[in-house]
């Protein structure tokens, strides 16, 4: 248990619909970093935030926001879901101390249909 | 178990035997490198880093090796146990830049009895 948790495990939505992710980092890390991972690209980076700011964006589409509240949890909310969204998101949280040891949480899996 | 890719290679080792895992990297300007192991319905789990100005370092059972003139990283797992099945990941990270990792293709590692 890497002390990320992510809810909901499992998601199942239409295509249109807009969906919320959650991550609670590990207890004192600051970082929350989001990826995707798809059977065809593999993991990928979405966006990251430190203490609530925004600190840095990957492949993330317009279709998809996040953010970082002032309790460090973090939303990763989906819209205008398409079928290609389908994928596993996964949250990772970094120690102040170490800040490229990333530690994953165990993924929400989303399927649109 | 899931597929966390549709054309992930594939290495198969008895049990008790030594594995290596390669990995090629793209970008000349990564300065830090990790290998992640995740296994089936799980996150990915950090298993041991090393840093560009270093090209050998050595954990518990396993050893990163890393040559910088071809841009390539391996990870040799010693006396490969049946809980050493997993797809292993490398990532690479520009630090400074966010953190933000950058994952290879990954490798399913099965281990046969």
């Known amino acids: 248990d890497s002390g990320v948790t992510q809810t909901p495990k499992h998601l199942i939505t239409a295509t249109g619909q807009r969906v919320t992710l959650r991550c609670s980092p590990r207890s004192g890390d600051l970082s929350v970093y989001w990826y995707q991972q798809s059977l065809d690209q593999g993991l990928q980076f979405l966006i990251q935030?430190?203490?609530?700011?925004?600190?840095a964006k990957g492949n993330i589409l317009e279709r998809f926001s996040a953010q970082q509240f002032p309790d460090l949890h973090s939303e990763l909310n989906l819209s205008s879901l398409e079928l290609g969204d389908s994928a596993l998101y996964f949250c990772?949280?970094?120690?102040?101390?170490?800040?490229?040891?990333?530690?994953f949480g165990p993924g929400t899996r989303l399927t649109v249909t | 178990g899931e597929s966390v890719g549709l054309h992930l290679p594939t290495l198969s080792v008895q049990e008790g035997d030594n594995s290596i895992i390669n990995c090629a990297y793209s970008n000349s300007a990564s300065d830090y490198f990790i290998w992640y192991k995740q296994e089936s319905g799980k996150g990915p789990q950090f298993i041991i880093d090393i840093r560009s100005n270093m090209d050998k370092r050595q954990g518990q059972r396993v050893t990163v090796l890393l040559n910088k003139t071809v841009k390539h990283l391996s990870l040799q797992i010693a006396a490969t146990q049946p809980g050493d099945s997993a797809v292993y990941f490398c990532?690479?990270?520009?630090?400074?830049?966010?953190?933000?990792?950058?994952f290879g293709t990954g490798t399913q590692l099965k281990v046969e009895l």
């Open positions: 990772a949280s970094t120690p102040w101390d170490s800040p490229y040891e990333q530690y």
């Open positions: 990532a690479e990270i520009v630090t400074g830049g966010g953190n933000k990792l950058t």
């Open positions: 935030y430190y203490n609530g700011e925004e600190r």
